[in-house]
């Protein structure tokens, strides 16, 4: 008697959950290079179909698997080559690859060597790097910003969460962040870590968190930092700010030099400030520096 049925033939969705079984009895086994062989071969089977689902969870089951047994190189390799296809076949960074990319993120190890570390710290300048449009300033996702300050924060990396603070879009935490920053350095200098914030976010042309970082942190703040001078600066350079008001900059600016000669860099940012909200030009240097400068801006013409 011959079956009338024909012969088995397995679907896309149970060929990829056999394969990633298989990947993870190998890694279960602690052999890694046989599972990390498997991927990227079929990544380079997968990438050139362009299917990106099927891609998106063998990578992101692999990377995540990896990850677990704290084997960062491998992990963050597979983690790249998702991002590698997104880029190659132009995905656009929605929700589901972002969340995607946060879910690799989120298992990588606490304590894992310097040279782990590199990996993990260009895995988050690549995904960064993917989410960067115009609409977030070319400066990436804010949801990813935000993931990534709250990492740095918890370790206490605080000048790396606060670079991903301010382009995210949480001042109340970016104000946690100050408060526990400041409560490390001295007491004397815990309205210039306030002041730097406010100025680096009116550099990126970000008023509105500007405010808000400037209201949350001051509730909780000590009063040597609510009657500081350089604070009551930063009160009217926000109000400033939000109005044409070019000569007021300026006066604010004279008025309160000695205040802001307490840290180099807020010339800079405030030069910035004044051309982005005032049209004003920085004065030229002068001497052997203006020299150079000149030569330099003919240069690159």
Not at 2 to 16: E, N, Q, T, V, Y
Not at 21 to 29: G, L, Y
Not at 53 to 79: C, D, F, I, W, Y
Not at 85 to 103: C, D, G, T, W
Request: charged fraction near 25%; glycine fraction near 6%; include cysteine.
């Amino acid at each position: 008697v011959h079956s009338l049925a024909g012969p088995c033939i397995m679907s896309r969705k149970d060929r990829l959950r056999s394969v990633l079984a298989t990947i993870e009895e190998n890694v279960q086994k602690e052999d890694y290079y046989a599972a990390q062989q498997s991927l990227k071969g079929l990544f380079h089977r997968y990438n050139k179909k362009g299917s990106t689902k099927s891609l998106q969870t063998m990578l992101v089951n692999g990377a995540t698997l990896m990850l677990k047994h704290e084997r960062v190189p491998e992990g963050t390799e597979l983690a790249l080559l998702l991002l590698r296809h997104y880029n190659e076949q132009s995905v656009a960074p929605e929700s589901s690859h972002i969340e995607a990319l946060l879910a690799m993120f989120s298992v990588y190890p606490p304590c894992i060597s310097e040279i782990d570390q590199k990996h993990k710290r260009n895995f988050v300048k690549r995904a960064i790097d993917y989410t960067s449009l115009p609409e977030n300033n070319d400066q990436g996702s804010p949801l990813l910003h935000a993931t990534f300050g709250k990492h740095y924060s918890e370790l206490e990396e605080f000048a790396l969460a606060e670079q991903h603070f301010l382009r995210s879009d949480v001042p109340q935490e970016y104000a946690k962040l100050l408060h526990s920053w400041t409560s490390k350095g001295l007491e004397s200098e815990t309205d210039l870590f306030l002041a730097r914030a406010i100025l680096q976010y009116l550099c990126l042309s970000n008023i509105k968190d500007a405010v808000t970082l400037y209201d949350v942190y001051l509730k909780d703040a000590p009063e040597r930092v609510t009657s500081s001078p350089l604070t009551h600066f930063l009160q009217f350079l926000l109000e400033t700010v939000q109005h044409d008001a070019g000569p007021l900059f300026q006066m604010l600016r004279r008025r309160y030099e000695t205040s802001l000669s307490r840290d180099p860099s807020f010339n800079k940012y405030l030069e910035k400030i004044g051309n982005v909200y005032f049209g004003l030009t920085p004065p030229r240097a002068g001497g052997m520096a203006g020299m150079l400068s000149g030569l330099m801006s003919g240069f690159m013409k």
